[in-house]
Structures are given as C-alpha cells and as structure tokens.
C-alpha cells in the first residue's frame, strides 16, 4: 500500500536551495525530509514511511539533486510544480513520484532509472518500458 500523507523526500539539496523548496513547501502542507546517503540502500517505501531502518553505507554514491513525491494527489503535485516558478526555483531535473512498481526499489536504483529516463528523452528514445521509474 503507498503511503497516504504527503511527503516529499529531498536528495542532496542539504542547502540554500533545499531549504528555499522547504519552506515552498510549508503553505502547501507538504511534509519534507531530506535523505541521507546512509540511507539510499534503503527501499523507497521504507524512506516513505518513515521506519528509520539502519542500512549499510554501501560504495556507491551519487551527488544529482533528486525529488520522490510520496502519496500527492493531483491538485497537490500541480501546487508543487507551480511552486517552483512561483517562487522562481529552477526544477530539480530528477523527479519521481512513488508507485507500486518502484517502492521495493533503492535511492540508486530509482536515480539510475531516472538517468536512464532522461537520456532517452534527450535522444528522442522511447522513455518507459513495463518497468518505469516515475509511474506517469
């Protein structure tokens, strides 16, 4: 089951311009939570959700600005995006919403998918197979 409160999870915006999106955030009762790289072998429902679950740092990293939308509803997730020229933030250009098909997937796995999804927009490439990253 996806979860239901509206929560955005932040990857490596720890700065002015994360807590610039942050405080974008507040009027539109988005909930925020920056992820920690300790934390991106963790399953995405598990960063969702909240549980806090320890995992091992693993050898892996990545340094991109990366967004999940977790549990939106339509008009919220217009408010978000409107919100980034409303408040003139750039976009963050890795953004995915959570789904039934990423939720068991790691913080890498969803930000290779996302790499994937965005070269293929570029070369002009059919973006999705049955196993799309941002499930829209």
């Not at 490596?12 to 009762?29: E, F, I, Q, T, V």
């Not at 693993?58 to 408010?79: I, N, S």
């Not at 995915?96 to 996302?114: I, M």
């Amino acid at each position: 089951m996806l979860m239901s409160a509206p929560l955005i999870l932040l990857y490596n915006l720890d700065n002015p311009r994360g807590s610039k999106l942050r405080r974008m955030c507040l009027p539109l009762k988005l909930r925020t939570r920056l992820v920690s790289k300790e934390e991106y072998a963790l399953p995405l429902s598990v960063l969702a959700e909240g549980d806090g679950r320890a995992a091992p740092h693993p050898d892996q990293d990545f340094d991109d600005e990366m967004l999940l939308l977790c549990g939106l509803t339509g008009p919220q997730l217009d408010a978000f995006l409107q919100g980034f020229r409303r408040n003139r933030l750039p976009p963050v250009a890795l953004k995915a919403v959570l789904t039934r098909t990423n939720r068991d997937w790691d913080s890498f796995r969803l930000h290779a998918e996302l790499l994937r999804e965005r070269e293929a927009l570029a070369s002009g490439r059919a973006v999705h197979d049955k196993e799309g990253a941002s499930g829209g």
